[in-house]
């Protein structure tokens, strides 16, 4: 099972989770492993995002490595609702497969809004 970091320790996921503001999010998450493990990250996270998308308000994910031989990972995907993702998260099975990751991996999971800055990028 990874060892979860919060990115930010003044807001827990948990406390996200707990938002009730409606609108999609999107998650992002680093995983940290030494490079000898990154394939068997990758095969977690494959089962786990095969699982993820057949969940309701699932719209899509994507998968970053560094590069130059890193072993930091950046997941993000885009759901509908913090209702949907807490669902999601809160999934027995998803729970379950947790225990496949590599014990040396560190996961970071943080939910983001979209911010409007005007003549930049709009929400």
């Given at each position: 099972m ?28 680093t ?10 990250l ?30 930091v ?51």
């Amino acid at each position: 099972m990874p060892k979860f970091v919060e990115m930010d320790p003044t807001v827990t996921l948990a406390d996200q989770m707990a938002d009730e503001a409606g609108g999609p999010v999107v998650l992002i998450n680093t995983f940290i492993v030494p490079p000898e493990d990154a394939d068997k990250l990758l095969e977690a996270w494959a089962n786990d995002a095969a699982l993820m998308k057949r969940q309701p308000g699932f719209i899509s994910t994507q998968l970053h490595r560094g590069i130059a031989g890193s072993g930091v990972f950046l997941n993000y995907a885009l759901w509908q609702s913090v209702a949907h993702f807490s669902a999601a998260f809160s999934n027995p099975e998803f729970q379950a497969q947790l225990g496949a990751y590599p014990e040396s991996t560190t996961a970071s999971p943080h939910l983001f809004r979209k911010v409007e800055v005007e003549g930049i990028c709009a929400a």
